[in-house]
Every structure is written in structure tokens, then in C-alpha cells.
């Protein structure tokens, strides 16, 4: 199949000559390239705060990442504060029974991670990243200004009561004014959270072969910058709160969020800023429409099969670059069939692009390792959950006066991710780059691959440690929680390889139009593996025999929880081989995320740089 281009607005063209037009527009890329000298500009299309191209030597780089990393560090470590006490709250202050309130948190993280969709929709079609990660950061702030207010007002929680007897329910209007705050934040949350990572990728030149290794870096330094956040929140704050109380528990994240805001903006003028491309599954729509009707009108494609592209430099998504054709997905290409020369070319919902074809076919070719990898944060859901309740009923004494709060035992995966990315990049990277060959050690669907095998072992040592607490130490306090060091240690390894294998790999493989809801897709899967935890804990409860006989009961001691966690790991293996299956099948896409400018391709005829579709 070959492409042809035509020009965006033929009405308005129609009357000039042809070689008129070609002159025109070539006079132009002539006249912008002396002005602004390719060797110091970014080529990824971003522009700086006055709208200008962006500058290497001005903007980007390391010089914006740190403002983005010190931002992340204060959103999460309110974000941890809150989602580890939460159930605390709901049952102490509020009144809720326990299975109640772990629900409810379990939903409400999911939910934040979920709207990460919306915010990456909005991003992309409307603000862009950055004005989106600021009207969403203000949102998420009087979300925690409303939930400060729910701890220091009487009027907004029920009477204290002693040794849960006679404990009054929180009213109607006393859960309601304590839901909206939290679904403010879980707002914020999700316009945030898809934004923040890829705007830092935006800071990076991919076109660069010295940036293109600084974004690889920074993406591991920007997990690590969320592990330090969840670090803080569930250790020096959640001890804050025993100590303090509730005020000053909710006072502290709400004063990090604030200043996180006030970080951001502080690095305005050394940011690089992708424009918004408009609404991206607008255009996946048009791209199903116009192909169905190609289809039904009988169109069949071969090799000299037209498809077509407008002539510009750019393609006709704003400020995003033109995409080769490929072979996977062939049907969409009915899309792009040309079947009334005499028709406008400006309708999408008839005729597309080959680059807008090509978007599509990019969100399509990740959904099977987005699925694939979706299990995995069943596990990770387990660490708030059930490895925080283990916790509660043993021994948690450091030294001879200290106790660490059973909220605070993540502290075991956060540290050992705290460690092993600068180890991992400062020492590990360099040997595998010298072993490989590959720029970043091993690629992304690897390190993805590593973190699935390593969740494996991660369930099935939680088993065992559970079996042997329950059966040998059924006693509270009498088996130290060191003894839940390794559970937390392989799920904390298993989150490294394979969170930052998930940044690196949705983020190469998006568009320029799709990196925001790239992003979201792969954070969703955090919302929907608490929402497949919740579910399989239902699912197990009915079958084992309810609350009162089920593996899962009210009582821990009584229940059999090891036996869950095998049913975990056995999930986690068999997904391990279909992501096996899945990611040997992947086509990585030819250029995908990257704008096709071949210096080569210039029309002899006018000097007109022409970007074509390949075939194959």
C-alpha cells in the first residue's frame, strides 16, 4: 500500500498553482529553520513558557526534572499518609465496622487510580500536562483541607466513644461531608498522577542521544522519588498521628500538598510544554467509523492500495508528528482508503489519516501487555491489606521501647526501593549494557518480565510465614514482624523491575497525541488490582464456607489466610506465562513515538520536505 498526500484545506487551496503552493510552504520551513537553529532546539515539538521552541540549552533536561521529582515526593507522601490511616479513621473516628472500612478505602484507591483516564483524556484534548497537573493539585488540596476540617470540627464526626460500646454512627451528612473530600482528592489523584511522570519524560529529547539516556535515568529516579514519599507518610507521619492525633495526622499531608503545588511552579521557566492534541478517543472512533464504512462499501487493500496523508510537515493532529505506516491491524487501514477523489478530505469521520490510523493501531498493540500485567497488582494491593493485618498480631518492638505502628510496616518495601534503584542504576545498568549491548541494560518488557517471576516467590513466602505464625506463634506478640521482611522485600523488588518497566515501555510505545493516556492505562491497573482483590476476596469467602467457617474470617488466627495467599501465587504464575506468550508475540511498532523527518525524503521537484507512509 502507498500513501498520498493531499492538502489539509483544499478550498482554500484549490486556486493557487501547485508549484505555488510548494514554493510557498518551502519557503517557510527555509525561513524557520535559519532562525532557529536545529542543533540547539528539541525536535519533540515542545515549546518553552513563551511558546517559543524549546532551547536545550534553556530548558528541559535536569534542570526542570528536580522541581517535578521534589513535587512527587510531597504529593505521595500526603497520598501514603492518608491511604495507610484511613481505615483507622473510618473505624475510630467515624464508626465503621472494620471489613466496612477496609472496602471502602480499598475502593477509594482504586477509584483514584481509575480516574487517572479522565485526567490523561484532559491533558491530552484540553490543558496539557502541566495546566492539568495544577488544576488538579488545587483540587486535591481542598480535598485535604476538607478532610483537616472532618478531624478538627466536633459537628463533622460522631461522639467519642470508650471500648467501641455505645458508639454512635456518623450521620448522613457527617459521611457525606467526609466522602467528598475524599473523592476530591481521588479526583486529584487522577488528573494528577498520569501527568506528572510523562511531563518529566517531556523534559528529555528523544531525538538526543545523550537526553534519551537522562530520561531512562530519570525514570527510575522518579520511582524512587515515590517510594521516599510513601517512606515519609508511613513512617514519620503515621507516627505523628498516634502521637498528635488526627489533626495533626491530616494538617501535615495537607500542608506537604500545598507546597507541592508552589515546587511545580517555582520551575515554570525551565520546563519544556507539549501542546494539547485534542481528544484522542474522538479520534480512535472516527478511525473504527471511517473503516467499517470503507468496509462495507467494499473496499479491499493491496499493495497499490492509496492511503491517505495531508502534505505538511506536521500531521494533522496538533502538534504531533507524522507516523509510518504498519502492517499489524490492516483492516483500520480501510480507514485511510481514498474512495471519492471529488470528497472533502477535511471529514475524519470518512476519511482519516495514515498518522491518526497509526495512533490507533499504537493504543490497540499495548492493550495485551496491559492485560497481561493487570495481576500483578493484586499483590501489591495485599501490602495495605492483609500483610498490614499479619503485622498487627505479632511483634513489632525495635530495640527495647520503640513499636513500630502496623500501618508503617511498608516501610519495608519502601526502603528496599529505595536501595535497589540507585543500585540498580549505578551498577547493575553499566554491567548489562556491556553484556547486551542494550542502552538501558535489558528493555522494557524484560525488566517487566523480571518483576512478574519475582511477585511469584513474593506470595509464596507470605504462605509460608503465615503458616508457621498461625500454627507455631498463634499467640499475639510472640513471632517478631522481621519475619515479614522478605514478603515485603519481594513484592518491593517485583514493584521496582516492574513499575519502571511499565514507565519506560508505555511511554516509548504512545504517541505524541496518547502519552498521557498511556500513562493512565498503566496506572489503572493499580484501581482495578484493588478492585480484583476486593472481588477474590468475596469469591473465596463464598466458596471456603462464609465469614464463620471460610478460610477468611473475622478472627486472623482462625482463618487460613496462607491458603489465599497460595491461591495469589498461583494467579501470579500462570500470568507470568501468558505475559510470556503475550510479549513474545509483540510487534514493538517501527518508529512509534517517534516523528518521522527523514532529511532524505525531499521532493525533487520543489524541495519540499514530504514525510510518506512506508509499507511493511
Known amino acids: 500500500?502507498?500513501?498520498?498526500?493531499?492538502?489539509?484545506?483544499?478550498?482554500?487551496?484549490?486556486?493557487?498553482?501547485?508549484?505555488?503552493?510548494?514554493?510557498?510552504?518551502?519557503?517557510?520551513?527555509?525561513?524557520?529553520?535559519?532562525?532557529?537553529?536545529?542543533?540547539?532546539?528539541?525536535?519533540?515539538?515542545?515549546?518553552?513558557?513563551?511558546?517559543?521552541?524549546?532551547?536545550?540549552?534553556?530548558?528541559?533536561?535536569?534542570?526542570?526534572?528536580?522541581?517535578?521529582?521534589?513535587?512527587?515526593?510531597?504529593?505521595?507522601?500526603?497520598?501514603?499518609?492518608?491511604?495507610?490511616?484511613?481505615?483507622?479513621?473510618?473505624?475510630?473516628?467515624?464508626?465503621?465496622?472494620?471489613?466496612?472500612?477496609?472496602?471502602?478505602?480499598?475502593?477509594?484507591?482504586?477509584?483514584?487510580?481509575?480516574?487517572?483516564?479522565?485526567?490523561?483524556?484532559?491533558?491530552?484534548?484540553?490543558?496539557?500536562?502541566?495546566?492539568?497537573?495544577?488544576?488538579?493539585?488545587?483540587i486535591y488540596a481542598v480535598g485535604m483541607v476538607l478532610l483537616t476540617l472532618s478531624a478538627s470540627l466536633d459537628s463533622l464526626r460522631p461522639p467519642p466513644c470508650i471500648g467501641r460500646i455505645n458508639c454512635k454512627p456518623a450521620t448522613g451528612r457527617q459521611t457525606a461531608f467526609l466522602y467528598c473530600a475524599l473523592g476530591l482528592i481521588a479526583l486529584g489523584t487522577g488528573g494528577i498522577k498520569p501527568c506528572v511522570s510523562t511531563f518529566g519524560a517531556d523534559q528529555f529529547d528523544i531525538e538526543d542521544e545523550k537526553e534519551v539516556q537522562k530520561k531512562y535515568s530519570f525514570f527510575n529516579w522518579f520511582f524512587f522519588a515515590i517510594n521516599m514519599g510513601a517512606l515519609l507518610g508511613i513512617t514519620v507521619l503515621v507516627y505523628i498521628q498516634e502521637k498528635k492525633g488526627w489533626v495533626w495526622g491530616f494538617g501535615i499531608p495537607t500542608a506537604a500538598t500545598i507546597s507541592s503545588i508552589f515546587i511545580l511552579a517555582a520551575g515554570v521557566r525551565f520546563y519544556r510544554y507539549q501542546k494539547p492534541t485534542g481528544s484522542a478517543f474522538t479520534r480512535f472512533v472516527q478511525v473504527g467509523v471511517a473503516s467499517v464504512r470503507n468496509h462495507r462499501k467494499g473496499v479491499r487493500l493491496s499493495q497499490d492500495t492509496q492511503l491517505y496523508e495531508v502534505n505538511s510537515r506536521e500531521s494533522d493532529i496538533i502538534g504531533a508528528g507524522k507516523l509510518?505506516?504498519?502492517?499489524?491491524?490492516?483492516?483500520?487501514?480501510?480507514?485511510?482508503?481514498?474512495?471519492?477523489?471529488?470528497?472533502?478530505?477535511?471529514?475524519?469521520?470518512?476519511?482519516?489519516?495514515?498518522?491518526?490510523?497509526?495512533?490507533?493501531?499504537?493504543?490497540?498493540?499495548?492493550?495485551?501487555?496491559?492485560?497481561?500485567?493487570?495481576?500483578?497488582?493484586?499483590?501489591?494491593?495485599?501490602?495495605?491489606?492483609?500483610?498490614?493485618?499479619?503485622?498487627?498480631?505479632?511483634?513489632?518492638?525495635?530495640?527495647?521501647?520503640?513499636?513500630?505502628?502496623?500501618?508503617?510496616?511498608a516501610i519495608f518495601a519502601a526502603i528496599n526501593a529505595l536501595i535497589l534503584v540507585p543500585l540498580y542504576e549505578g551498577l547493575v545498568v553499566p554491567i548489562l549494557r556491556r553484556c547486551t549491548g542494550h542502552r538501558r541494560g535489558i528493555t522494557s518488557l524484560q525488566r517487566m518480565g523480571v518483576g512478574l517471576f519475582i511477585s511469584i516467590f513474593a506470595l509464596i513466602s507470605a504462605a509460608v510465614v503465615e503458616k508457621r505464625r498461625r500454627e507455631d506463634h498463634p499467640k499475639p506478640g510472640s513471632m517478631s514482624v522481621f519475619w515479614l521482611l522478605p514478603q515485603f522485600f519481594l513484592v518491593g523488588s517485583a514493584e521496582v523491575f516492574t513499575y519502571v518497566g511499565q514507565l519506560e515501555f508505555f511511554y516509548d510505545e504512545a504517541t505524541d497525541g496518547t502519552r498521557s493516556l498511556s500513562?493512565?492505562?498503566?496506572?489503572?491497573?493499580?484501581?482495578?488490582?484493588?478492585?480484583?482483590?476486593?472481588?477474590?476476596?468475596?469469591?473465596?469467602?463464598?466458596?471456603?464456607?462464609?465469614?464463620q467457617e471460610g478460610w477468611l474470617r473475622n478472627t486472623l488466627n482462625t482463618s487460613r489466610l496462607d491458603k489465599f495467599y497460595w491461591v495469589i501465587a498461583a494467579i501470579n504464575a500462570v500470568n507470568f506465562f501468558v505475559y510470556l506468550l503475550v510479549s513474545w508475540r509483540f510487534k514493538a511498532s517501527d518508529g512509534v513515538g517517534n516523528t518521522v523527518r527523514d532529511e532524505s525524503m525531499i521532493d525533487r521537484a520543489g524541495g519540499t520536505e514530504f514525510d510518506r507512509s512506508r509499507s511493511g
Request: charge should be neutral; hydrophobic fraction near 45%; aromatic fraction near 10%.
Open 1 to 138: 500500500m502507498k500513501s498520498i498526500e493531499l492538502e489539509v484545506e483544499p478550498k482554500t487551496k484549490a486556486s493557487q498553482p501547485l508549484m505555488g503552493i510548494v514554493h510557498e510552504y518551502h519557503e517557510q520551513y527555509e525561513k524557520k529553520k535559519d532562525v532557529q537553529p536545529s542543533t540547539t532546539l528539541v525536535s519533540n515539538g515542545c515549546v518553552d513558557i513563551r511558546g517559543n521552541i524549546a532551547d536545550k540549552r534553556e530548558t528541559g533536561g535536569w534542570k526542570a526534572s528536580p522541581f517535578i521529582i521534589v513535587n512527587e515526593v510531597a504529593e505521595r507522601l500526603a497520598f501514603y499518609a492518608i491511604a495507610v490511616t484511613m481505615v483507622s479513621y473510618l473505624v475510630g473516628a467515624m464508626h465503621q465496622s472494620l471489613p466496612d472500612a477496609a472496602t471502602h478505602v480499598t475502593d477509594w484507591i482504586g477509584a483514584a487510580f481509575v480516574l487517572t483516564i479522565l485526567g490523561a483524556f484532559i491533558a491530552d484534548a484540553y490543558l496539557g500536562r502541566f495546566k492539568t497537573i495544577i488544576t488538579f493539585s488545587c
Open 324 to 409: 509510518p505506516q504498519s502492517t499489524q491491524y490492516r483492516f483500520l487501514d480501510k480507514a485511510a482508503v481514498i474512495t471519492d477523489h471529488e470528497a472533502s478530505t477535511t471529514n475524519r469521520w470518512k476519511l482519516c489519516t495514515v498518522t491518526q490510523v497509526e495512533e490507533f493501531k499504537s493504543f490497540i498493540r499495548v492493550l495485551p501487555i496491559w492485560a497481561s500485567t493487570i495481576a500483578l497488582a493484586i499483590s501489591f494491593a495485599q501490602m495495605s491489606t492483609f500483610f498490614v493485618s499479619q503485622a498487627a498480631l505479632m511483634d513489632r518492638h525495635l530495640g527495647s521501647s520503640f513499636e513500630i505502628p502496623p500501618g508503617s510496616v
Open 519 to 547: 500513562s493512565a492505562l498503566f496506572l489503572s491497573e493499580i484501581g482495578i488490582g484493588s478492585w480484583l482483590s476486593t472481588a477474590l476476596v468475596k469469591i473465596i469467602q463464598s466458596a471456603t464456607g462464609g465469614v
